[in-house]
């Protein structure tokens, strides 16, 4: 990393105002103006970085400026680097990059419906976090008080693509669905069975959750870190609590990184396996989801026995782990993995075995490899289209660093190969939590408490089950934050979708949409 900021200093001195290590791993770069986009080019051409998230912050009141941050990452180093750009309050505008790099499209877009920064250049620069029918407000701004009522929303709602020609039909899903599941409209434009292009239209659910942040004591937020996405409770609890502790310069012990590492792979096989069901389900197999509801549930039944919760809520903590386990704890992991071992390879085989499972499945709603890298898809979607990435190698946290696996990747990019990411992450994870248990040391579960000093910023990254989960703090008064920002891996990744149906038949739109399995909670946040 030292090398790679005397180069950039040296080729862009006019741009470039200072540079400062805020926390140990994290290289924050000063610039002198809201233009990032040169730097950008050349971190993404000439030094192969990948720009990881776009987001901005309001410093209208302490700096007379907006900031926006672009954090990247390279192959090979195992620090992070943010550009930090200032916003004059009274020009709020940028330079967009989406145009060259479309995944930072919604994120660039978020910070115009957030902050009121107009991305110049942006190649679609209509509402995506706010609706078309919503006032014009701007909710992240620090003037904008949490308790507003806003009026009745009034005016002309998304207004879709068009579809045109003989033969051709719109078919609207959503937003409100036939189960359980929070909204999200989807619009095909099919010729016959084929789909031609679906349009999607997300964040029906959006709660204010950064907004939020702001005003709670920061160990109180760790509940409200939980709740961005059900599914993933301890992944964004983690990812939270990381970056307080790096900002804070908290020393977890070494027994709270371990127990840590065991619950994150818990999250992790208890929603692979419930996924592979549900993707055997969306093809007519259902005795295959019925077993997967069962070995799911010996998962979440440990995680009750471990925690209190079956979705592991309330166990993260600043510092480390909320309870210590004792010794019958410990060894009921050992019994419930090799269960869930022995019945999860059953489960697969009888799976495989089906030919028209595999039928459905293979070159089924397939995501090229250059269009994952393009939109920056991450996780189980991208890793099955020839994305190598993974926050457990390529950053390590916690006790990740002491146990070797496995990450595989795939190049084929269709629903039975997103379905073998997870199999064989399964089986790793298996691995890392029996190496954990083998290494779990002694000691205490958790740091002790202390307050967190303000003006402090830290970048935290943890690889949930759907993939690469941020979170960046600024530290305020009074053990409260100033700001926190939260990106989900189903927000990069929902525009994949779009690729991945197109030429598919409408039938197998939900097996696609599963074998993604995104949040529209994270998402809308």
Request: aromatic letters at 8%.
């Amino acid at each position: 990393m030292k090398t790679l900021l005397k180069e950039l200093l040296a080729r862009f001195p006019k741009q470039i105002r200072s540079v400062e290590e805020t926390v140990s791993g994290q290289s924050v770069i000063l610039l002198n103006g809201p233009d990032a986009t040169a730097i950008t080019r050349h971190l993404l051409s000439a030094r192969q970085a990948r720009l990881a998230t776009v987001f901005a912050e309001d410093r209208v009141k302490a700096e007379g400026v907006f900031y926006n941050y672009y954090v990247f990452d390279r192959p090979g180093d195992a620090a992070w680097l943010m550009l930090k750009a200032p916003i004059d309050a009274k020009h709020p505008s940028f330079p967009s990059v989406a145009a060259e790099l479309p995944a930072v499209n919604w994120q660039e877009r978020e910070i115009q419906d957030w902050f009121g920064l107009e991305a110049n250049g942006h190649p679609n620069p209509r509402r995506v976090a706010l609706h078309d029918n919503w006032p014009d407000v701007h909710p992240l701004r620090k003037n904008f008080p949490l308790e507003t009522v806003l009026p009745p929303f009034e005016g002309e709602r998304h207004v879709y693509r068009p579809a045109h020609g003989e033969g051709v039909f719109q078919i609207p899903v959503g937003p409100v669905h036939a189960g359980i599941i929070e909204p999200g409209h989807f619009n095909f434009s099919v010729a016959g069975e084929p789909i031609l292009y679906l349009q999607l239209r997300m964040f029906y659910t959006h709660k204010g959750t950064e907004k939020l942040f702001e005003r709670l004591p920061i160990r109180r937020a760790v509940f409200l870190a939980e709740s961005i996405s059900g599914d993933s409770a301890f992944s964004h609890g983690m990812a939270f609590c990381q970056a307080v502790e790096q900002a804070a310069g908290i020393k977890v012990p070494a027994r709270a990184q371990f127990m840590r590492v065991i619950l994150l792979e818990l999250e992790r096989i208890a929603n692979h396996v419930a996924d592979a069901g549900a993707i055997a389900n969306d093809v007519g197999f259902v005795i295959a989801n019925a077993h997967a509801g069962r070995i799911r549930e010996m998962v979440v039944g440990l995680n009750e026995m471990l925690t209190g919760s079956r979705v592991l809520r309330g166990m993260t903590a600043i510092g480390g782990v909320r309870r210590d386990w004792h010794q019958e704890q410990v060894e009921a992991i050992e019994k419930t993995l090799a269960i869930v071992e022995r019945e999860f390879h059953n489960l697969m085989a009888i799976i495989e075995s089906s030919n028209s499972t595999r039928e459905r499945l293979e070159h089924t709603g397939i995501l090229q490899p250059e269009k994952a890298a393009m939109l920056g898809v991450v996780g189980v979607a991208g890793r099955a289209s020839g994305v190598d990435l993974d926050v457990r190698r390529d950053h390590p946290y916690e006790a990740y660093r002491h146990l070797p696996f496995r990450v595989p990747v795939y190049q084929d990019g269709d629903v039975r190969h997103r379905l073998q990411v997870r199999i064989d992450e399964v089986t790793e994870s298996i691995g890392i939590i029996r190496a954990a248990v083998a290494q779990l040391p002694g000691g205490k579960h958790c740091a002790p408490d202390r307050p967190i000093p303000p003006g402090r910023c830290a970048l935290s990254a943890v690889e949930g089950w759907r993939g690469e989960i941020l979170h960046w703090v600024r530290t305020g008064e009074n053990n409260c934050l100033e700001r926190c920002k939260v990106k989900d891996p189903s927000l990069n990744n929902w525009p994949a979708i779009v690729e991945a149906v197109e030429g598919n038949i409408v039938a197998d739109f939900p097996v696609i949409n599963k074998s993604f399995n995104l949040s529209y909670s994270g998402t809308d946040r």
